[in-house]
């Protein structure tokens, strides 16, 4: 009797001791692909997040606080040589209520009329905003249809100004980004800047003067970026900055922050986890067939063949259950995707 044969009537003489073992490499695989499938989505998510709010920006002024900033300063920097455009923007967090169910969001008040320079919209459905459009807004086209939103429905937004509780805000139009700022679910409202002020910001305790978080300026293109920065650097008050841009806004960075820590610590226990139940199992299968093995070396199978025979047996029952985890742990994302959806209030799309 060859060992091959041997090894596999090893293998079938114990079904029990076989579907464990499997059962094993299922559970860890399954874990592993998991966690690693819903990391993924989420990080993926918030930074194509980012990258809709960042668009085409070559500069950006902003509050070293994260704070508003004067929103005069547009003026001021789109008069400068050397920039193609100065964008206003406003960009709090908020949420969204429809019946029992609540989203998690990012509010962007953009200038209708001089956004399209920093992000490229498409109208799918409705219209685009005008500058002097009230509780008007845009919802990205998948994310309305995720949450079942059409053109000319109430949308309920939890504002800071103008009293406590959500405001009534109609939508007027389906959009989808066409530009690099392309994004999918990600739970984006566009709506006039200068009504995103008076609902999120207010005006200046102080002064008076209207507010925004942000200017996204974008550079001519035989701009020197490090003398533009020197040029507008004079014209910025304390505690505010011009810099690059990041991969998001500093808020939607400490809003991945947590998840993202907590992430990387369940992937790294998981993967931990994993290794140790699939060594203790193979362990253990080694272990109970130690007479075996040895009544197999005393009839003469060299210390090779029996290596090469647990290595070919542990192979196969690799495959199998790395096969089968890898489906179950899809499917154990999918689950995991939608409970984090509704833990951190928030849309996160198809790991698929």
């Given at each position: 009797m060859s060992l091959r044969r041997f090894s596999q009537r090893a293998m079938f003489s114990r079904p029990g001791r076989t579907i464990?073992?499997?059962?094993?490499?299922?559970?860890?695989?399954?874990?592993?692909?998991?966690?690693?499938?819903?990391?993924?989505?989420?990080?993926?998510?918030?930074?194509v997040m980012f990258a809709a709010v960042r668009g085409k920006t070559s500069l950006e002024v902003v509050a070293q606080n994260t704070g508003p900033i004067p929103a005069d300063l547009v003026e001021k920097i789109a008069a400068l040589e050397g920039v193609e455009g100065a964008v206003p923007l406003v960009q709090r967090p908020s949420s969204l209520t429809k019946g029992e169910q609540r989203v998690r969001l990012q509010v962007l008040g953009i200038a209708p009329d001089t956004d399209k320079l920093v992000r490229d919209m498409e109208k799918v459905d409705?219209?685009?905003?005008?500058?002097?459009?009230?509780?008007?807004?845009?919802?990205?086209?998948?994310?309305?249809?995720?949450?079942?939103?059409?053109?000319?429905?109430?949308?309920?937004?939890?504002?800071?100004?103008?009293?406590?509780g959500p405001k009534n805000f109609e939508v007027v139009g389906l959009?989808?980004?066409?530009?690099?700022?392309?994004?999918?679910?990600?739970?984006?409202?566009?709506?006039?800047?200068?009504?995103?002020?008076?609902?999120?910001?207010?005006?200046?305790?102080?002064?008076?003067?209207?507010?925004?978080?942000?200017?996204?300026?974008?550079?001519?293109?035989?701009?020197?970026?490090?003398?533009?920065?020197?040029?507008?650097?004079?014209?910025?008050?304390?505690?505010?900055?011009v810099r690059e841009?990041?991969?998001?806004?500093?808020?939607?960075?400490?809003t991945l922050l947590s998840t993202e820590q907590g992430l990387t610590l369940t992937t790294a226990f998981t993967l931990l986890l994993s290794a140790f139940i699939i060594l203790n199992t193979f362990l253990m299968n080694v272990g109970e067939r130690r007479r075996q093995?040895?009544?197999?070396?005393?009839?003469?199978?060299?210390?090779?063949?029996?290596?090469?025979?647990?290595?070919?047996?542990?192979?196969?029952?690799?495959?199998?259950?790395?096969?089968?985890?890898?489906?179950?742990?899809?499917?154990?994302?999918?689950?995991?995707?939608?409970?984090?959806?509704?833990?951190?209030?928030?849309?996160?799309?198809?790991?698929?």
């Amino acid at each position: 009797m060859s060992l091959r044969r041997f090894s596999q009537r090893a293998m079938f003489s114990r079904p029990g001791r076989t579907i464990l073992t499997i059962a094993s490499i299922v559970i860890g695989v399954a874990a592993v692909v998991a966690v690693t499938v819903v990391t993924a989505t989420t990080r993926e998510s918030y930074q194509v997040m980012f990258a809709a709010v960042r668009g085409k920006t070559s500069l950006e002024v902003v509050a070293q606080n994260t704070g508003p900033i004067p929103a005069d300063l547009v003026e001021k920097i789109a008069a400068l040589e050397g920039v193609e455009g100065a964008v206003p923007l406003v960009q709090r967090p908020s949420s969204l209520t429809k019946g029992e169910q609540r989203v998690r969001l990012q509010v962007l008040g953009i200038a209708p009329d001089t956004d399209k320079l920093v992000r490229d919209m498409e109208k799918v459905d409705g219209r685009l905003l005008k500058a002097d459009d009230g509780d008007k807004i845009l919802l990205e086209a998948e994310f309305a249809r995720y949450m079942d939103f059409k053109v000319g429905d109430e949308v309920r937004l939890l504002t800071n100004i103008g009293g406590l509780g959500p405001k009534n805000f109609e939508v007027v139009g389906l959009i989808t980004m066409t530009d690099g700022g392309a994004l999918t679910q990600t739970g984006l409202v566009f709506m006039p800047v200068k009504r995103a002020a008076m609902r999120f910001l207010g005006k200046h305790k102080v002064t008076g003067n209207d507010q925004i978080t942000s200017v996204q300026i974008v550079a001519k293109a035989n701009a020197n970026l490090a003398d533009l920065q020197a040029a507008i650097g004079p014209l910025l008050p304390k505690g505010v900055e011009v810099r690059e841009p990041k991969g998001g806004s500093q808020v939607l960075e400490e809003t991945l922050l947590s998840t993202e820590q907590g992430l990387t610590l369940t992937t790294a226990f998981t993967l931990l986890l994993s290794a140790f139940i699939i060594l203790n199992t193979f362990l253990m299968n080694v272990g109970e067939r130690r007479r075996q093995l040895a009544i197999m070396r005393a009839v003469g199978a060299t210390r090779d063949q029996i290596a090469g025979m647990l290595i070919g047996e542990s192979l196969i029952l690799a495959t199998i259950g790395t096969a089968i985890g890898i489906l179950v742990g899809l499917g154990i994302a999918f689950v995991l995707i939608s409970a984090l959806s509704q833990l951190l209030d928030i849309s996160l799309p198809s790991p698929l």
